[in-house]
């Protein structure tokens, strides 16, 4: 976009090099050889020697493997799209800040600060058979018989709601805010009602920080393991893909099947990701497409 | 165009929590002028001009345009434009975009959407920048944009909200000269905020100073000028200096002398002030006159104190024989430590109520 002069250049680009450094090595060893690595593993089945497919193959025409990849995409897309939905909805009301903001706030975020396994076993104690959740609506007579909210699917759904949640709130409510306000006050100015407003001109501006929020709790919905485990159903309706590679490396100690499993894990990830990117851009141009010709 | 309103007619109170924003403060004008709200930074300029829009709720009172109650609309159904201080243009349109948008809510036909697109734009002397996005435009241009983009719907009342505060010297007097064409070639009503005395002066049908709140005066911008009401509106209009004093005599025409400090002081005043009542008595640095040769009444004597070269003249800080400082700007040479006569023409001298009195409409 911006290009620098012909005698700036060597020099900006040196002192951006020394500052990037340290996240590109970070990187480098973090992600890029442990990845590379494991593809690497992946290829060397143990039972064979040399390269070969043979993993992959196994995954693919093993339906109890590969059905995990559609009850992982079963839990992350839904998942996504209703805390991504809720967290926008509630950043959006609370943009010009309310009443009570850091009260509210705070008690949204305290879930993060738990850590996974006491909110599981929160939940469990919560929305169990027993809880308190069934104890009041049964008391009420709300309900006749307990709710099974825990140890399938459900449960599974309501602890990565709980998790993911208050980030991605917290994330969508700085993006939101950080809007200027007299941007939506002179479409309001112009004839725009409230629902206008959302839809032809905060949307697009919000798109790049919606489009961020759904790729962070798309990935780490697609990763879910402790939840799936203690709150859902690991042998059936919730064995996800990652507790397929867990089995694999601890289970049955074949690292090389693991990295596989692992590895086609993050390629559906990626996969997720590059779909986010291409929606958003959809999204951002039909509203303003919207606005300039119909 | 659409016709523009004939009468505007407000009275609001503004409270955020326990701080009294706008106190009261109430006007009415009519339609096709051009009216400024004056006042310092925090007096509450923006927070009318807003609630006037719609943008904000008012705690108390009532808007009445063309006899009809409009304070319950919200801002899209009041058909007002408005131009902020930031501009606000949205930055993922394109200028026709942003121009168009108020349109495309009208569902106006395609053809007549873009010509008149295409005509705000060579008002606004902006040809051809249809397909830029905000930010690639100059601070000017996009305040061109935002005067064409609330223009182009024929808004029957046009808010302005520090339009030019952004732009640097010389294109705010260029932008000036462009929103007073414009207001007057498209027989418009409009409401300005500003901070700056000049720039209300030189736009203005009609100039409403504030403080903290409360109308100090409105008026015509020579009746504002020529006649302040109370010190504040006279410190705001360039009075710089204030002599403090109790009325001796009252003549007919409201030709008025009083004294303070060792000096007798004749002016005039439009205020009911009786012999013996408390006064200030005003006169504007470039009213003084400075010479040796001077006399009859108002005369006095001086040493001065700091001479600054301001291109066409000097300002000269003097403090006078009785002891008070005066701001005289002359053309005359005069050096520090000389003493000099100054002389207040009793025409130029204004008597006022001693400050926090003469506030009201
Ligand atoms: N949302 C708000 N909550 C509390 N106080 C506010 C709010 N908005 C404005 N105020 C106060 O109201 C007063 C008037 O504000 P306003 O913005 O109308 O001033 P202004 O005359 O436009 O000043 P400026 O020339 O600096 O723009 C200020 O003292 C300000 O602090
Ligand atoms: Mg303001």
Same mark, same amino acid.
Not at chain 2, 127 to 138: H, I
């Given at each position: 976009m911006r290009r620098a002069r012909v005698g700036e250049r060597s020099e900006l680009d040196a002192m951006a090099m020394v500052c990037v450094l340290p996240s590109l090595l970070y990187v480098l060893v973090m992600f890029v050889y442990p990845f590379l690595y494991g593809i690497y593993m992946s290829l060397r089945p143990a039972k064979l020697l040399g390269f070969s497919l043979a993993n992959y193959i196994v995954f693919f025409t093993d339906e109890w493997q590969y059905r995990t990849v559609w009850i992982t995409f079963g839990i992350a897309v839904p998942n996504t799209i209703v805390v991504v939905s809720f967290a926008l909805l509630l950043a959006y009301g609370m943009r010009r800040g309310i009443w009570l903001e850091r009260t509210i706030t705070t008690i949204l975020v305290l879930p993060i600060s738990l850590g996974v396994i006491l909110l599981a076993e929160g939940i469990l104690g919560f929305y169990g058979a027993r809880g308190w959740f069934h104890q009041i609506l049964l008391g009420l007579g709300v309900l006749k018989e307990p709710l099974v909210l825990t140890h399938n699917y459900i449960g599974v759904m309501l602890s990565l709601f709980m998790q993911q949640f208050p980030f991605c709130f917290l994330m969508l409510l700085g993006y939101v805010s950080g809007i200027d306000p007299s941007i939506e006050n002179s479409a309001r100015t112009l004839g725009a009602g409230p629902w206008t407003v959302f839809y032809k001109v905060m949307l697009p501006l919000m798109a790049p920080g919606i489009a961020i929020a759904f790729a962070l709790v798309f990935v780490m919905s697609f990763g879910v393991f402790p939840s799936a485990i203690l709150l859902g159903q690991p042998a059936g309706a919730t064995r996800t893909i990652a507790i397929a590679a867990y089995q694999q490396a601890?289970?049955?100690?074949?690292m090389s099947y693991a990295s596989a499993i692992a590895v086609v894990m993050g390629l559906f990830q990626l996969a997720g990701l590059l779909v986010i990117i291409l929606l958003r851009r959809r999204m951002v141009m039909a509203a303003t497409m919207g606005v300039g010709k119909r | 165009m659409k016709d523009t309103i004939e009468s505007l007619r407000f009275r609001i109170t503004k409270r955020f929590g326990t701080k009294t924003v706008l106190k009261d403060f109430g006007l009415e004008v009519r339609g096709r002028q051009f009216i400024t709200f004056l006042g310092p930074s925090g007096c509450g300029k923006s927070t009318a001009l807003n609630i006037l829009a719609g943008l904000i709720p008012a705690t108390d009172g009532d808007v009445w345009i063309d006899g009809e109650r409009i304070d319950h609309l919200p801002p899209e159904k009041r058909g007002f434009g408005m131009v902020f201080q930031n501009y606000a243009l949205f930055p993922h349109m394109t200028v026709y975009s942003n121009i168009a948008f108020g349109l495309q809510l009208q569902r106006r036909p395609a053809a007549e959407i873009r010509e008149r697109v295409g005509q705000m734009l060579d008002l606004v002397q902006l #040809?051809?920048? @249809? @397909?830029?996005?905000?930010? !690639?435009?100059?601070g000017g241009q996009q305040q061109r944009i935002a005067i064409a983009r609330a223009l182009v719907l024929h808004p029957r009342l046009l808010l302005l909200d520090e339009p030019l505060s952004n732009l640097d010297a010389k294109l705010r007097i260029e932008m000036r000269a462009e929103i007073k064409r414009l207001h007057t070639n498209l027989g418009l009503t409009s409401i300005y905020v500003t901070h700056d005395q000049t720039e209300a002066l030189s736009l203005s049908d009609w100039v409403v100073v504030m403080r903290d709140g409360i109308l100090m005066q409105a008026g015509t911008a020579q009746e504002i000028h020529d !006649? #302040?009401?109370n010190v504040f509106v006279a410190d705001f209009m360039g009075f710089r200096n204030f002599f403090p004093v109790q009325v001796a005599s009252v003549g007919p025409e409201g030709v008025v002398e009083g004294t303070g400090n060792g000096m007798r002081i004749r002016g005039r005043t439009r205020h009911a002030l009786g012999p013996g009542a408390a006064a200030v008595a005003a006169i504007r640095p470039d009213d003084v006159q400075v010479g040796e040769h001077l006399g009859g009444p108002n005369a006095f004597h001086g040493k001065v104190d700091i001479v600054e070269y301001l291109g066409r003249e000097n300002e000269v800080i003097l403090t006078l024989e009785a002891g008070p400082r005066l701001w005289v700007h002359t053309p005359e040479r005069v050096v520090p430590g000389e003493s000099v006569m100054v002389v207040f023409p009793p025409e130029k001298v204004i008597f006022l109520p001693p400050d926090g009195e003469g506030v009201s409409a």
């Open positions: 601890f289970e049955f100690y074949d | #040809p051809g920048f @249809e @397909e830029r996005y905000p930010s !690639q435009l100059s !006649q #302040p009401r």
